[in-house]
C-alpha cells in the first residue's frame, strides 16, 4: 500500500471523527466549581445528619442507662432498706465539717450491690463511669451523664444571666433529690442550705462555699461535666452560675424548727428570696414566688405551703398535721387530740385544754404544759386566766396555778370540795368558782365556801358554771340548773319548761340571754323559755357547748357537726364536709381576730372570720 493510499484513508477517518465528536463541548471552571460545591453541600448535610443521630443516639443510650441505673437503685432500696454508697467517694461539707453529700461513680462496688445489673454502665464515647452523688441523709441521690444533643433538652432552671452560649455537652440528670435545700447540723443546731443541685465537676475542693466561688456545681442542662469525666474528651463552654443571695435558709435548733410554725414561715421566706432570680417549671416553686408572705399575719395559704415544703418537701417530720380549705384550717400540733376548752390571754396566748396536758399557741408557736412542768394532772377540763394575769387549771385531780415562773396547787386539804374539778370561773368580784362531781367551791382568796345540794343546787354533779349580765351564777347539773343571785339558790327542771333535766353545758350573752345545752337540745332562758330542736335546724340534740361570739351569733357544738344561730334566726351547719377536724366538737371560742376554733375529739380547726 503506497503513500497515498494511507493519506487517502486517514483523511476519510478524520472526516468521520471531526463528523461525531465536533459538537461536543468541554466544562467551564465555572461549572466545575459550583459542581463541587453542590456535592461538598451533599456531603456536609450527609455528615451533620449522621453525625446528629449519633449524638442522639448516644444520649438516648445514656439516658437509657440512666433510668435503668435509677430504677435498680429504688429497687435495692425497697429489698435493703438503704442506698448504695459511691464508689471512692468524696465528702461535700458545710463549714469544713458538716457533711452534705458523697460523690464519685457508679462503679464496680455499686453494681456488685445492684446485681441485676448484668454489666457497669459506661459512656459510650469516653468509656466513663456515670456520676453518682448520695446525700447525708442516705435517702436522695443524683445520677449524672453528659448530653450531647441540644434538641432534646429540656429547661428547667433558666436565667438570661446565668446559662451560657455555644455549650458542646451540657449535664443530663436522673434523681430523686429534692431540688430545694439539704439539711446538715453541728451539736444541737440544724442548717438548711439552699442548694439546687448535689453534684460538682470539682471534688478537690470539698467545702460547698468554695465550690460555689468556683462555680463548679453540675446542675443539669447546664454546662458542667462531673469531676469523674474526662475533660479529654467532651468539650464545654458555660456553667452553671450558682451565686445565691441567701445560702443559709434556717439555722437553730430541731425542736425550735417543728414546734415553731413562724420558723416554718420564715424558711419559706428565705426559700422565696433565695430562687426570685429564677424562672422554674418546679410547681413547688412556683407556688412558694407566687405568694405575697406577712410573717405577723399568715394567710391561709402561706401556712399550708410552708408546711408542705418542711413537712413533705424536705422531708422534716412535724407533729402535726395541717389541712386546709377556703378559710378552714386543722392543727393537729396537740400530743392529745380530745380537746376540752379553748380561751386567750391578754398576751393573745392562746390555751387549750386537753385530755393529757395544756398547750399553747402564740404567735404561731406551740408550747406544751405537763406533769414535768408541774401541773398536777395531765387530765385538763378548762384554763381560765385570772385578774392578776396567772392561768388556772382545772384537771380530774385538783387545780393547778401558773404564774409564769412557779406553779401552785389547791387540792381538798386547800378546802377543795372535790378532786375531779369540771369547770371554773372567776366571777365580777374576783372570786373563783370551782365545779365539780361533788359540788360547787367558792374561793374569795381567803376563804373557801362550799355550795350543796343543802344549798338547794339541783345535784352535786355539777358539769358547767357561767356568771350572766346580771351578775348571777349560773351552773349546770345532771338533775336541772340552778341561779345563785348572791342570796339563795333557785333551781329549774324539766316542770320548768327546761328541756332536759341532763344539763351539759350553760353560756349567758349580752341580752340578758342564758342558753343550756342538754343531752336532748337546747334551752333559752331570758325570763321566759324558748327550747331549739331538729324542727329549728339545730344539727344534732347531744349539746356538748355553746358560744356567743362578737357580733351575737349563737354557735352549738354538738357531738354531730356544729350548729350557728345568727340574729336574723338563720341557721348554718359545719361537718367534716366543711373541713372541720371531726364530727364530734367539744368546745367552740372566738379569738381577738373574730376567727373561730373549734376543738374536737381529733384535733382543732379554725375558721377564718
Not at 97 to 112: G, H, I, K, N
Not at 188 to 201: G, K, V
Not at 515 to 525: A, P, R
Amino acid at each position: 500500500m503506497n503513500i497515498k493510499v494511507l493519506r487517502r484513508r486517514a483523511k476519510s477517518i478524520y472526516k468521520i471523527i471531526k463528523r461525531f465528536i465536533s459538537p461536543l463541548k468541554a466544562f467551564t471552571l465555572l461549572e466545575l466549581l459550583v459542581t463541587i460545591t453542590i456535592l461538598a453541600i451533599l456531603f456536609t448535610v450527609a455528615f451533620m445528619s449522621v453525625t446528629g443521630f449519633l449524638k442522639k443516639s448516644r444520649d438516648v443510650s445514656r439516658f437509657e442507662n440512666l433510668n435503668r441505673m435509677n430504677f435498680w437503685i429504688e429497687l435495692f432500696v425497697l429489698e435493703k432498706g438503704f442506698y448504695p454508697e459511691p464508689d471512692n467517694a468524696a465528702d461535700i461539707t458545710y463549714s469544713w465539717s458538716m457533711l452534705l453529700w458523697s460523690q464519685w461513680t457508679f462503679w464496680d462496688d455499686v453494681t456488685r450491690l445492684i446485681w441485676k445489673l448484668s454489666n457497669k454502665p459506661v459512656d459510650l464515647v469516653s468509656n466513663n463511669d456515670f456520676a453518682y452523688s448520695l446525700a447525708n441523709d442516705k435517702k436522695q441521690y443524683e445520677l449524672w451523664s453528659v448530653l450531647e444533643s441540644s434538641e432534646i433538652m429540656f429547661q428547667d432552671m433558666t436565667s438570661e444571666t446565668y446559662a451560657r452560649s455555644k455549650i458542646h455537652v451540657r449535664s443530663m440528670v436522673v434523681w430523686n433529690y429534692n431540688w430545694i435545700s439539704l439539711t446538715t447540723s453541728s451539736g444541737w443546731t440544724i442548717y438548711i442550705l439552699w442548694l439546687p443541685t448535689i453534684l460538682s465537676y470539682d471534688t478537690t475542693d470539698t467545702d460547698i462555699v468554695s465550690l460555689i466561688d468556683k462555680k463548679t456545681l453540675a446542675y443539669r442542662w447546664y454546662g458542667n461535666i462531673a469531676s469523674s469525666y474526662t475533660w479529654t474528651v467532651f468539650r464545654i463552654d458555660g456553667w452553671f452560675d450558682f451565686d445565691p443571695s441567701i445560702l443559709v435558709l434556717y439555722s437553730g435548733t430541731y425542736d425550735n424548727l417543728i414546734n415553731n410554725e413562724s420558723e416554718w414561715i420564715g424558711l419559706l421566706e428565705n426559700t422565696q428570696e433565695a430562687y426570685s432570680w429564677v424562672v422554674t417549671n418546679n410547681p413547688v416553686i412556683d407556688d412558694i414566688l407566687d405568694l405575697v408572705v406577712d410573717p405577723s399575719n399568715p394567710s391561709i395559704d402561706v401556712r399550708e405551703i410552708a408546711y408542705d415544703l418542711v413537712n413533705n418537701q424536705l422531708e422534716i417530720p412535724l407533729p402535726v398535721v395541717l389541712t386546709s380549705w377556703d378559710n378552714w384550717v386543722t392543727y393537729e400540733y396537740l400530743l392529745d387530740s380530745d380537746t376540752r376548752s379553748i380561751t386567750q390571754d391578754t398576751n393573745f396566748t392562746l390555751w387549750f385544754a386537753t385530755k393529757s396536758w395544756v398547750f399553747t399557741s402564740s404567735w404561731n408557736t406551740w408550747t406544751s404544759y405537763t406533769e414535768a412542768d408541774w401541773l398536777i394532772n395531765k387530765d385538763v377540763r378548762t384554763v381560765i386566766e385570772a385578774d392578776d394575769w396567772r392561768m388556772w387549771m382545772a384537771t380530774n385531780k385538783w387545780v393547778s396555778v401558773f404564774d409564769w415562773t412557779n406553779w401552785l396547787e389547791y387540792t381538798k386539804s386547800d378546802w377543795l370540795i372535790d378532786d375531779d374539778v369540771v369547770g371554773m370561773i372567776q366571777s365580777s368580784d374576783w372570786h373563783f368558782w370551782f365545779t365539780t362531781k361533788k359540788w360547787v367551791s367558792e374561793f374569795d382568796w381567803t376563804t373557801w365556801t362550799d355550795h350543796t345540794t343543802s344549798d338547794w343546787i339541783a345535784n352535786k354533779i355539777v358539769t358547767w358554771i357561767v356568771e350572766a349580765s346580771n351578775w348571777h351564777i349560773w351552773i349546770s347539773t345532771i338533775d336541772g340548773v340552778s341561779r345563785y343571785n348572791w342570796a339563795v339558790w333557785q333551781t329549774y327542771t324539766e316542770a320548768d319548761w327546761l328541756v332536759d333535766k341532763n344539763v351539759l353545758t350553760v353560756e349567758a350573752d349580752s341580752s340578758w340571754n342564758v342558753w343550756f345545752g342538754s343531752i336532748n337540745w337546747v334551752s333559752k332562758y331570758s325570763g321566759s323559755w324558748l327550747s331549739y330542736n331538729e324542727i329549728d335546724w339545730l344539727v344534732d340534740k347531744y349539746v356538748n357547748d355553746i358560744f356567743v361570739d362578737n357580733i351575737w351569733n349563737t354557735w352549738f357544738a354538738t357531738v354531730a357537726w356544729a350548729s350557728k344561730l345568727d340574729t336574723s334566726g338563720n341557721w348554718t351547719s359545719f361537718t367534716k364536709d366543711d373541713w372541720l377536724a371531726d364530727n364530734d366538737v367539744q368546745v367552740i371560742f372566738q379569738d381577738t381576730d373574730s376567727n373561730i376554733w373549734f376543738g374536737t375529739k381529733k384535733w382543732v380547726t379554725i375558721y377564718f372570720n
